[in-house]
């Protein structure tokens, strides 16, 4: 060990070339915050690493594609290594298959104080705070004719902590590697820490969500070692827009206002965090198909008040979709109803309860023609696959199908209201009105 501590910032997977993307008909008052997230979140990273003194900067790669980022994402990252080099923080890059398109970042004049590793083979690169070496950095760029194996990292220490830094995972992941510290990976959106100890291999994700899949906090992560070599993790959190999955159960037969008094309450919740917000909803628990959003028209209109009401906040909080879990039971008069409804809820039952049934979806479709990608897989063989799309089909026969816009129970009381009020005669009128 060098005997002294320090700390620095290990991030990647920056994709300045990347937009959010993954809904439909985006609000236009947050355009400029969507196209800009990408450099916002990139932007708090560095900004984190002036902020906590680090000493230096590794960064795992996927930093930007230059034949589609263009210029900008190129000006932008020179503008925010200077503002590192200022304070004497180095940048070490083990750059990626996508940074190293038509090897454009090599031919870049980039600030004194950050070093791309060669693509050829492992480098050393001694840190030194001072005239004290307090690290030694092993890393590699991307090779198209050379997989990484973690074997070509031989250290000769000079600095005492050992650092390798790649993109991707090589095979460290499979066993931890005794003799170098830390293994700083990238290649993945999402954090990873496959073992921690006296050996530690970590991969910090993405600062930025970029799809409805990857919902939850994004960053980068503060890496702290002690004098003695024990090594800490601290995520800091970096996202300029966060992507949300919100789950929330309706209890059946409940009017859609008291499950937007629900929605309200949950929204309230987000619009507690400091930054914009896209949110996809999940309605369950709706019992047999008795909620009033089992209708898409509901759904829709639903959706467009959470849009109306709580996305032009200061922070926006955008819903992009509202779902529904379809119920596992179907509701006995569907199936028994002689119309085409029925038909349909009865096909859909015998399917359901014949487990060993075969639905080959080829044959249901008859001559159209399919996508090359749907054409090779049309067999539903496998069983929760099987029921979720038997669900699904359940559901939207019901909403293509019914020939009324309420549900039964709706109905049952829309008629009980109309005969009290035609037995109390003009006194009940009175009282309403």
């Known amino acids: 060990m060098s005997g002294q501590s320090f700390r620095f910032l290990h991030a990647g997977s ?3 070339e990347r937009t959010l993307a993954g809904f439909s008909d985006p609000p236009e008052h947050m355009l400029e915050s969507l196209v800009n997230a990408p450099f916002d979140a990139a932007e708090r990273v560095l900004q984190a690493a002036v902020r906590e003194e680090v000493d230096f900067v590794v960064l795992s790669g996927d930093l930007f594609d230059p034949t589609h980022a263009g210029p900008r994402a190129v000006a932008f990252l020179r503008k925010q290594f200077e503002k590192l080099g ?25 600030p004194a104080n950050v070093r791309i590793f060669s693509s050829d083979k492992v480098e050393q690169l ?10 030694d950095l092993l890393g590699r760029s991307w090779n198209p004719q050379k997989s990484l194996q973690a074997g070509e990292f031989l250290s000769l220490a000079v600095g ?9 995972k090589s095979d460290l992941f499979n066993e931890p590697r005794q003799g170098l510290e830390y293994w700083a990976a990238g290649g993945a959106d999402v954090p990873d820490t496959p073992f921690k100890g006296i050996v530690t291999a970590h991969c910090p994700g993405s600062p930025q969500g970029f799809s409805p899949r990857e919902t939850g906090p994004h960053g980068c992560t503060l890496v702290s070692v002690a004098a003695d070599g024990e090594t800490r993790l601290r995520t800091i ?9 919100e789950s929330v159960e309706v209890v059946a037969g409940n009017p859609r206002g008291e499950v937007q008094n629900q929605l309200r309450s949950r929204l309230r919740t987000l619009a507690d965090h400091d930054r914009p917000a896209l949110v996809t909803w999940k309605l369950g628990g709706i019992g047999r198909f008795d909620s009033v959003f089992a209708r898409s028209r509901q759904r829709v209109e639903t959706l467009d008040w959470l849009q109306r009401e709580f996305g032009y906040g200061s922070p926006a909080i955008w819903s992009i979709g509202l779902e529904i879990e379809p119920p596992h039971a179907l509701r006995a008069e569907w199936c028994d109803e002689d119309s085409i409804l029925g038909d349909y809820m009865r096909v859909v039952q ?13 044959s249901l479709i008859g001559d159209e023609e399919l996508p090359r990608q749907v054409s090779s897989d049309t067999w539903l063989t496998d069983v929760v696959e099987r029921d979720e799309v038997l669900r699904e089909a359940a559901m939207l026969g019901l909403d293509l199908l019914r020939g009324d816009d309420s549900l039964p129970h709706e109905a049952a009381m829309a008629s009980h209201a109309s005969h009290t009020t035609s037995s109390q005669g003009p006194k009940a009128e009175r009282n309403v009105a």
Not at 98 to 108: A, F, T, V
Not at 160 to 168: C, D
């Open 350 to 362: 015998n399917y359901q309860e014949e487990d060993e049934k075969p639905i080959e979806v080829r």
């Open 160 to 168: 005492g902590y050992q650092i390798a830094v790649m993109h991707g």
């Open 237 to 245: 959190e970096t996202d300029a827009i966060r992507w949300y999955r």
């Open 86 to 110: 200022t304070r004497g923080i180095s940048v070490y890059w083990a750059a990626s298959k996508d940074d190293l398109k038509e090897d454009c970042i090599r031919n870049i004049d980039w």
């Open 14 to 16: 920056f994709h300045l």
């Open 126 to 135: 001694t840190h030194y705070r001072g005239e004290h070496a307090i690290a």
